[in-house]
C-alpha cells in the first residue's frame, strides 16, 4: 500500500512539474511587442517664443518650426518618410527604460528651451522633457535633430 501512494505521488509530482514547465515556457514565449506608432521632439521656448517640432511616423515625417513673435513665416512641411525606421531610434525593448525616465527642470525660467520626446505606441503615449543626461534620451534627441538638419535645413 505504501509503495502504491508513494508511486502515485511520485506521478502526482512529475505530472504537476510537466504542467509547471509547459505554463512557465509559454509564459516566456515572445508576446507581441508594442508597436511604435510615432517619435517626436518639441522645442519651444527662448525669448520670440520659439518653437520647431519633428514627427516621424512609419510613412511621414511631419515638421513645424516657427515662432510667436513672427508668425507669417512659421512653415509646416510633411514629406514621405522612405528612409527612417522608427526601430532605428529606440528598440522596442528600450521602451521600459524611457518609460522610467525623469524629466528634467525646465530651462525656459533662464530665456532657454525645453526639449520634449514622444513615443505613442499601440497602447501607450511616453513623454519625457529636457533628459539630456540620459544616454537614451539623448541618442534619440541626436537622431531627431540630425534628421531635422538633413531633411529640412533648406527650408528654414
Known sequence: ME???FSSLNG???FLISILLISCSQLNQSQPMEKIQY????????ERGYHRSLQITSDSLFYEFGSAVDTV????????NSHYKLE???AVNELINFSKMQSGESRQPVDGTDTEITIKTDTTEFKVTNAGNNN???S???KMNAIIEKEFKKEI
Open 3 to 5: 509503495k502504491l501512494l
Open 12 to 14: 502526482l509530482k512529475y
Open 39 to 46: 517619435i517626436s521632439i518639441t522645442s519651444w521656448g527662448g
Open 73 to 80: 513665416n512659421n512653415i509646416n512641411i510633411k514629406k514621405i
Open 88 to 90: 532605428d531610434f529606440i
Open 136 to 138: 537614451l534620451w539623448h
Open 140 to 142: 534619440v534627441m541626436e
